[in-house]
């Protein structure tokens, strides 16, 4: 069974920069798009970015600002994210698939 491991949050001043670190455990697959959401207080999970073999896709906010990349060989996705503004606070979640998510990382963007 897949788990996800996340790191790499924190509290950080408005402009810096975060590297986020997920690691499946198990058995995966290159195909399947491992990915990273998040979520604000009272706000819905959204989608950040996400990585497969075969695309990549990143929500429009985020688009020149975070990068994702992904080493098969560590079963790890990392988001780059730099130029972080207050907005991006929130918790983290790293998914593989559509059902395992991991246990969340949270990110605050102070002003």
């Known amino acids: 069974q897949v788990q996800l491991v996340e790191s790499g949050g924190g509290l950080v001043q408005a402009g810096g920069s975060l590297r986020l670190s997920c690691t499946a455990t198990?058995?995966?697959?290159?195909?399947?798009?491992m990915g990273w959401y998040r979520q604000a207080p009272g706000n819905q999970r959204e989608l950040v970015a996400s990585k497969s073999r075969s695309s990549t896709n990143y929500a429009e906010f985020v688009k020149g600002r975070f990068t994702i990349s992904r080493d098969d060989a560590k079963n790890t996705v990392y988001l780059h994210m730099n130029t972080l503004i207050p907005e991006d606070t929130g918790v983290y979640y790293c998914r593989y698939g559509v059902i395992r998510w991991g246990q969340g990382t949270q990110v605050t963007v102070l002003l």
């Open positions: 198990g058995t995966i697959s290159t195909h399947v798009p």
